[in-house]
């Protein structure tokens, strides 16, 4: 509501529950039982509704437990190089065990500001996306620390009727929803980081006075807050913050936060090999006891000509549409989005940085990582490896007692606590292991910058070597990345969030200058491996390549007058185990009354079905049947593009089907009446067709089936056969495909197809045609 304050949260702590990020409603279905590492289905780790509880309960009514997968990682382009395309993962080796330093000096005195009274004036409203250009009021003489910050006034730019327009500044709420500011808004701007304590002063004043800012913190102000701290040198701004009195809260659905694929190339700029130096160096420098653990990072860089299909198209690139790809791929809790017409901001953050509501404060330091899996059972191994790794607990206990240290600074006295240690959440690409500290304090906003920022997950232990390491090793300055952004809100509220996951554009005054910056790194200890902190580091920068493509849940069900729907129970666990790894919200009684009226439908018509039924991730749900048609061979030719092992759609039937596609399409130009293509992976290994599952006889009279691990949809029939013993499980080459005594094809609609070769035959085809 226009004007209206935020409401005050108040009451007990955050729900931790693994569905919700703190604070938050249910924020991913893939987060819950996984995040606790209990079976799915547990009664003490679901919520009523959940997916797990629904997978768990549909297993039971069939007796089966969850099946196994081939390990593996997914290749992720060739701008990071191959090093990220082995399958080898980091060794969980003991961790450096040294206690954390009490690294900051309590005596510190504070850099004084020395700010003169801001200005500000009004600008002219913006016509196009050209920058407006930072407004320079400063004049004068003396050192530009004790210059004014800058203050403008900014309006929303006007955009085409058919674009729904970018938000100015906005940030994710606890509830879910976004809170955006509206015009007038002004800007307040540190031009150096002796203003940046002046101006957390200013922004908090104004928010007693019923005024809500948005903003971010560069990690190159570091030393305003601690002159102990070495942060490198950075460029301005330093701080900016949007500022209005008038504001409102927008569902999700009305910020047009659609993905879509930009043209958009990034470079890391640096090598594998240069990041094997640096860490080299750090490496050396903990054996010789300079420091325990180093962050260390680096950018990855793109140019806003690189980022415009159009090479004559305005040079006003809008940054939206990256920032929706950004929070689209990674659902982050903490997420923002600051727009002040010379630089934008847009994090995806999912790391709590600090979160003021009256007198308490928590944070939630996030260390330890590992990547998703192709499926709930991949990911079940992985997080149980995540979880038990003594390296990567080592590490996430050294920052939280350095959070905890930097929270007794301005804690009232006996009020600091650590709990649920170790939590691992799952996001789109990664799980990353969360614990939470909290206290209560009085500080002013300026003071809890001062006790705890930088946040200590994005620096090391000791927080000072640490920070001098990272000016002598990492290749450029971070800016806004491992800051801190995030709301300052009235009623002595305030929530920041570690600045990760954050792509910045910065428009320069010339089009060459214009680039946009995204950083990635991981934490150096003693037993790190290079080669496993780059995979990281990859890991953590898929984001900008993983553009999530709206899709839906899909499954084919046969229904008949005599049996009804057959193996619903089947698909339902197949659809709601997809729905859980997706982060898609299950509402198994509405599929099941969908379903129940289709019946009644069909019943009238008595005749066999093929019956459709689709759920997005909202969990609305669609149904479409069509008659099932007869029955007869398939003709079948041999696929000519390879799909890859490790594309994690294979998994999990969904309407996003371009490989199925492609493949079938390529098989048509070259044998037009073919009805189906067999398809292999970059191994050369059999994996199904577009719509079925493949069974092959050998010469020992066996029958057996492609692995899962290949690349492929594990069908309920498939399964059913396998449950039973009249299949088994096995790499099924080319070679093998052509010695073959027998192929059938099977899914759960049609049953056993027999097929002609097109193109092809195997060997004992010619006895078979007849059978």
Known sequence: MEGARPRRPGGPAPDLHPLRAPGRRARSAAQCALTLGRAAGDRAACRPGCPARAVARLRRTRGEGPTGARGGVLLLGAAFGGAFATEAEAGAGAAARAPAARDRQPGARPVSCGAQPALQRELPAARDRRPQGRVDRRGGRGD???????????????????????????????????????????????????????????????????????????????????????????????????????????????????????????????????????????????????????????????????????????????????????????????????????????????????????????????????????????????????????????????????????????????????????????????????????????????????????????????????????????????????????????????????????????????????????????????????????????????????????????????????????????????MAASALYFGFRWRESAVRRRLDATAAELSVAGADAKVRLLVDRRGSVEVTHEPLGGAGRWRVALGGLPVHSRDRFLRHKTTRRGVYRSALGEARRRHPEADDVLLFNQQGELTETTRANVVVLDEHGRWSTPEVGCGLLDGVLRRRLLGRGRIVERVISRRDLLAARDVLLINSVRGLVRIDPVGWSWADVEGRRGA
């Open 144 to 574: 530009p620390g004790q210059r004014p910050a800058v203050v403008r006034r900014v309006r929303r730019r006007p955009h085409a009727p058919a674009e729904v327009p970018s938000p100015r500044a906005l940030v994710l709420e606890p509830d879910g929803r976004w809170l955006e500011l509206l015009p007038p808004i002004v800007r307040l701007e540190a031009a150096s980081p002796a203003q940046v304590p002046a101006l957390l002063v200013d922004v908090e004043r104004r928010s007693e006075r019923g005024e809500v800012a948005i903003g971010w913190v560069s990690y190159e102000a570091a030393p305003a807050f601690d002159p102990a701290l070495t942060a490198g040198v950075g460029s301005p701004p330093y701080a900016v913050f949007l500022v209005s009195r008038r504001w409102q809260r927008r569902a999700e659905r009305g910020l047009g936060l659609r993905g879509r694929r930009l043209a958009i190339e990034w470079r890391p700029e640096i090598d594998a090999a240069a990041h094997r130096a640096a860490l080299e160096q750090i490496l050396a420098g903990i054996a010789a006891g300079d420091f325990y653990q180093v962050n260390h990072t680096f950018r990855v860089l793109a140019t806003v000509a690189d980022a415009l299909e159009d090479s004559s198209a305005s040079p006003g690139f809008d940054p939206w549409p990256l920032f929706a790809n950004l929070q689209r791929a990674q659902r982050g809790a903490f997420a923002a989005y600051v727009d002040d017409g010379t630089i934008a901001a847009c994090s995806a953050s999912p790391e709590l940085f600090f979160a003021l509501d009256g007198e308490r404060i928590e944070s939630r330091p996030m260390k330890g990582t590992a990547r998703r899996g192709l499926d709930l059972a991949e990911d079940g191994v992985r997080i149980a490896r995540l979880r038990t790794s003594s390296k990567e607990r080592a590490e996430n206990l050294m920052i939280v007692d350095m959070v905890r240290n930097d929270l007794g600074r301005i804690a009232l006295p006996g009020s600091v606590e650590a709990r649920d240690l170790f939590v691992v959440e799952t996001y789109p690409t990664v799980h990353q292991m969360v614990s939470t500290v909290s206290a209560r304090t009085r500080a002013p906003m300026v003071e809890i910058f001062r006790a705890l920022f930088p946040a200590a997950s994005i620096t090391g232990a000791p927080k000072s070597s640490s920070m001098r390491a990272i000016a002598a090793f990492e290749p450029s300055p971070r800016g806004i990345y491992t800051g801190a952004v995030g709301a300052i809100l009235p009623g002595r509220r305030a929530r920041f969030a570690v600045a990760i996951r954050t792509a910045v554009l910065d428009r320069g005054p010339e089009m060459a200058d214009r680039r946009l910056v995204y950083g990635t790194g991981s934490g150096v200890v003693a037993d790190s491996d290079p080669a496993s902190e780059w995979r990281e580091c990859a890991a953590k920068a898929a984001n900008l390549r993983h553009v999530l493509p709206r899709f839906r849940l899909l499954e084919s069900l046969r229904w008949s007058p005599a049996r009804g729907y057959w193996y619903r129970e089947a698909h339902l666990e197949r």
